[in-house]
């Protein structure tokens, strides 16, 4: 049996190893001249930039790619647990340091609503329950038959899964600088946390259950390991390459064609591209069916990212591996990126620093930032290049004031992404980050399918599909192959 994976974020790379496993001869395509897709690496001047993800959760599905093999992971990367998960500032300078010590957080949560202690723990007994159900039982299992969907949907109700996240907490927690903190997880995996289902909620025990973790030497450094692992077992890597076309006959997948005008044959081809960006540029709309357009055409898509890179000639041993920076408001501000499509000054943001762990991420003396910023995607017709250097300033005065002193005058080295390059780079629809938003209408059966319903032989990976996105999500759906093919 042969197979074909285009794209080679962990999706694609996970399935192209389990389908090795099932002694399938694979050939993984990657158009850009490394591996990761998402989890790329960029280095300049000794400064090592992690594209993303940053955030290791669920490392044990990580460490299974490997014992297919009989491997150790260890010989290959390196894990190491952090002690503060998150470092929350809110607006008003206060601090919350959220970890995996339950002491420790219900002090903190104490001291800011004492009334909300008992009603954290009853939300973590409460995510345990969503965990049990929505990733334990079902992230590998392959939702593409109605009849899968229905027989969950009294146990998904029971759950509240027709609740939004945001709902879900404030049903628990009463303080409003909790619930925020409590809620934001949907905003990993591309979700606004005031319409994600509640579903999603399993992501706050899930980090209860086996921690974060940071990747020595970057997130990169799981990509290499992987890589030396493929390369072990003789699968074939072509980089450099884009495919153009997924060459199908009466329904049925064939192969593929590249940008070089070759054609590869196979049994199956494996996309951990955008399922979207694979179903209107790669193949035949006219096998297409009215229904599939139209579920196609009522998709809702993730945020948009602007990711700053810099690197800074002194260090700040002050802040946190990772820091959350709530702006004043909350759900206004998630209202303008999601839904009136526009920016807003009063921004939150997400602040990456891995010298803190690491210092090989930077040069001696120096230190390695990024910061994430949640913005609209490209329905929104913003032209990035004018508001990309009137972010990056804002996003600078707002690090200065709170977090970094002094932090124009000691940038060294500096670059920033924005939705653009997620769609021209990465192929996602609208640049969104994490393809389609993790709603309930667009969750388990009514994402794309693991197995197109549209081609016989052609299959998904990634944040476009079954689980859903984040790194514990797209390990998973490469698990859900074994099952279908």
């Known amino acids: 049996m042969k197979s074909i994976v285009i ?65 150790k992971s260890q010989d290959y990367i390196k894990l190491t647990p952090l002690k503060t998960w998150y470092r929350f500032i809110y607006e008003d300078g206060g601090v919350f340091d959220y970890s995996g010590d339950e002491d420790q957080m219900k002090k903190q949560i104490k001291k800011i609503n004492k009334d909300d202690v008992k009603g954290y723990e009853q939300l973590v007994k409460f995510t345990k329950k969503i965990f049990d159900k929505g990733f334990t039982e079902l992230a590998d299992v392959p939702f593409d038959k109605p009849l899968v969907m229905m027989k969950q949907l009294p146990s998904l109700l029971k759950l509240k899964s027709y609740k939004s996240v945001y709902s879900l907490v404030s049903s628990y927690i ?35 259950k086996w921690g974060i973790h940071y990747s020595m030497g970057g997130t990169g450094n799981i990509i290499n390991g992987l890589e030396k692992l493929m390369i072990e077992q003789e699968i074939e890597l072509i980089k450099g390459h884009e495919v153009t076309e997924i060459i199908s006959n009466n329904g049925k997948i ?36 009215s229904l599939f357009k139209w579920k196609q055409n009522r998709m809702q898509y993730s945020m948009g990212l602007f990711v700053y890179y810099f690197g800074t000639k002194k260090t700040y041993p002050d802040v946190e591996h990772h820091t959350i920076k709530f702006g004043d408001k909350y759900k206004e501000h998630l209202s303008d990126i999601f839904d009136n499509k526009k920016l807003n000054d009063d921004i939150s943001y997400y602040l990456h620093r891995p010298s803190a762990t690491d210092k090989s991420m930077a040069p001696e003396g120096n230190d390695c930032f990024y910061v994430l910023v949640p913005v609209p995607n490209n329905q929104s017709k913003i032209d990035w290049k004018i508001e990309g250097e009137k972010m990056k300033n ?10 970094l002193p002094n932090l124009r005058e000691n940038i060294i080295e500096d670059f ?20 389609i938003q993790p709603k309930f209408t667009q969750s388990a059966y009514f994402r794309f399918h693991n197995k197109s319903e549209i081609y016989d032989g052609l299959y998904f990976v990634g944040a476009g599909t079954h689980p859903g996105a984040g790194v514990p999500g797209v390990l998973s759906s490469a698990k859900v192959l074994d099952k279908i093919i």
């Open 7 to 71: 794209g080679s974020g962990f999706g694609g790379i996970a399935a192209a190893l389990r389908l090795k496993a099932k002694n399938h001869k694979v050939t993984l395509i990657e158009k850009h001249p490394d591996l990761g897709g998402r989890a790329r690496v960029f280095k300049k001047n000794g400064f090592t930039f992690d594209a993303g993800p940053t955030v290791i959760t669920a490392p044990h599905l990580i460490e299974e790619l490997f014992t297919l093999f009989n491997k």
């Open 416 to 435: 920033y992404l924005t939705p653009d390059y997620f769609e021209n780079e990465l192929n996602t629809k609208f640049g969104s980050g994490f393809s």
């Open 254 to 289: 064939s192969g593929v064609k590249l940008d070089n005008q070759k054609e590869i044959h196979s049994n199956n081809v494996i996309c951990n591209a955008d399922p979207p960006a694979v179903y209107e540029k790669l193949l035949s709309l006219n096998k297409t069916s």
């Open 394 to 403: 804002l996003v600078i005065d707002k690090m200065e004031k709170a977090l």
């Open 174 to 208: 009463k303080n409003e600088k909790l619930r925020r903190m409590l809620s934001m997880h949907p905003l990993l995996v591309g979700g606004n946390p005031f319409t994600t289902t509640s579903i999603y909620g399993l992501i706050l025990y899930l980090e209860k």
